[in-house]
T-cell receptor, first 115, second 114 residues
Framework: DGGITQSPKYLFRKEGQNVTLSCEQN?????MYWYRQDPGQGLRLIYY???????QKGDIAEGYSVSREKKESFPLTVTSAQKNPTAFYLC??????????????FGPGTRLLVL | AQKVTQAQTEISVVEKEDVTLDCVYE???????LFWYKQPPSGELVFLIR??????QNEISGRYSWNFQKSTSSFNFTITASQVVDSAVYFC???????????FGPGTRLSVLP
């Protein structure tokens, strides 16, 4: 089955620790995205990537880093510089051509909690 | 500026009532795409529909229907005969720049009471 997987489902971070959230897609999509959602709030864009080895900052990139070494994978690292990381993190992907451009498909999300 | 507004923060209805979720968008692009997503309590966003700016035909899918009106920059979503399983947060979204940019509305929380 084609889709987007995110792991882990729940992640606990200690103060001062960097943690990495995994996102993998087998849809052959060009673009991938990371969003943050706080309780009762909408989605805010952290980073996105439209091609391998290239990515752009979204609206709230501070305290986060990403890499895009493979088309299928777009891991997000929450660094110790992110002072309030507790949130629900959603990964998405989309194609940029072929008549379905712009449609983002989402993974199941990772809930990050600070201990 | 590209923007999506969902003025209804929360809506509560009783099962079997019809309910309409409003979406108003702003964009300078002539080619753009509009979307609705459903976010149930599990958290994953589920894609419901995509509409391009050149197709103003209304669409019906079962109990769901969508009304796209360019004249008022609106893309409203109606659920007919609502069910408890329709309870979720619904997001309207806009994609522009030939699909390369994306903006979400703030969402509308729909509660369908038995």
């Amino acid at each position: 089955d084609g889709g987007i997987t995110q792991s882990p489902k729940y992640l606990f971070r200690k103060e001062g620790q960097n943690v990495t959230l995994s996102c993998e897609q087998n849809l052959n999509h060009d673009a991938m995205y990371w969003y943050r959602q706080d309780p009762g709030q909408g989605l805010r864009l952290i980073y996105y990537s439209q091609i391998v080895n290239d990515f752009q900052k979204g609206d709230i990139a501070e305290g986060y880093s990403v890499s895009r070494e493979k088309k299928e994978s777009f891991p997000l690292t929450v660094t110790s510089a992110q002072k309030n990381p507790t949130a629900f993190y959603l990964c998405a992907s989309s194609t940029l051509t072929g008549g379905r451009e712009g449609t983002q498909y989402f993974g199941p999300g990772t809930r990050l909690l600070v201990l | 500026a590209q923007k999506v507004t969902q003025a209804q923060t929360e809506i509560s209805v009783v099962e079997k009532e019809d309910v309409t979720l409003d979406c108003v968008y702003e964009t300078r692009d002539t080619t753009y795409y509009l979307f609705w997503y459903k976010q149930p309590p599990s958290g994953e966003l589920v894609f419901l529909i995509r509409r391009n700016s050149f197709d103003e035909q209304n669409e019906i899918s079962g109990r769901y229907s969508w009304n796209f009106q360019k004249s008022t920059s609106s893309f409203n979503f109606t659920i007919t005969a609502s069910q408890v399983v329709d309870s979720a947060v619904y997001f309207c979204a806009l994609s522009y720049n030939y699909g390369q940019n994306f903006v979400f509305g703030p969402g509308t929380r729909l509660s369908v009471l038995p």
